[in-house]
């Protein structure tokens, strides 16, 4: 079992950045995926970011250039960095988990699968305004 808090969500003008943290805890796994996904009112789930154990990160387009997913193990900490903040980033933000059992095949960690991950937290608003 993977626990996943999210905090750091807030509303901010558009152009502007937030900082969202993912705190791990539960099981520990040497090989997993990890990343970000978001829901706004009426839309379906985006995946937006994800990191495998490695360290490879993959973006969608839409947020490419802008932000940054990062990983901290020693803190169990998983980090979205977003700059450039547009309007159509509003949205709930969750973070999400897919530990990886010895043995099974895992497709790469790109950032649509993270919207599928078995494990995500209760999500954290972000709202930009224009």
């Known amino acids: 079992q993977v626990q996943l808090v999210e905090s750091g969500g807030g509303s901010v003008q558009s152009g502007g950045p937030l900082r969202l943290s993912c705190a791990v805890s539960?099981?520990?796994?040497?090989?997993?995926?990890m990343g970000w996904f978001r829901q706004a009112p009426g839309k379906e789930r985006e995946g937006v970011a994800g990191i495998d154990s490695d360290g490879t990160a993959s973006y969608a387009d839409s947020v490419k250039g802008r932000f940054t997913i990062s990983q901290d193990n020693d803190k169990n900490t998983l980090t979205l960095q977003m700059n450039s903040l547009k309007p159509e980033d509003t949205a709930m933000y969750y973070c999400a988990a897919e530990p990886h059992y010895s043995g099974y095949y895992y497709p790469p960690c790109l950032s649509e699968r993270v919207k599928n991950f078995p494990y995500w937290g209760q999500g954290t608003q972000v709202t930009v305004s224009s």
């Open positions: 539960g099981s520990t796994y040497s090989s997993y995926c």
